[in-house]
């Protein structure tokens, strides 16, 4: 599987497991989810590309760690708003 189909892969499952809620937007449960629908994913070549991918998308923006104040870190994650909300200054 080439990069950006591997990619956007790993950025779609992300996204439907995050909608579930913290016990689903871990690392792990992305992982394990795209791991099955990868072929070859026993190769540890394979596994290093879905890692690349995950780690992309956290350095791209598209993912942030954290999902809530009650789980700040990894594993936990969410999706960013991509149109921040500042407020004006006088």
């Not at 989810?33 to 290093?48: F, L, T, W, Y």
Request: proline share 6%.
């Amino acid at each position: 599987m080439d990069y950006e189909k591997l990619l956007n892969l790993v950025y779609e499952v992300a996204t439907e497991l995050s909608k579930r809620g913290p016990g689903w937007a871990q690392q792990a449960a992305v992982l394990a989810e795209v791991s099955k629908k990868v072929p070859n994913a026993a190769d540890v070549r394979v596994q290093q590309q879905i890692l690349t991918c995950w780690h992309d998308l956290f350095r791209e923006g598209k993912l942030s760690w954290g999902y809530d104040l009650d789980n700040v870190e990894a594993p936990f994650f969410h999706l960013p708003d991509r149109q921040p909300r500042r407020s004006k200054s006088a």
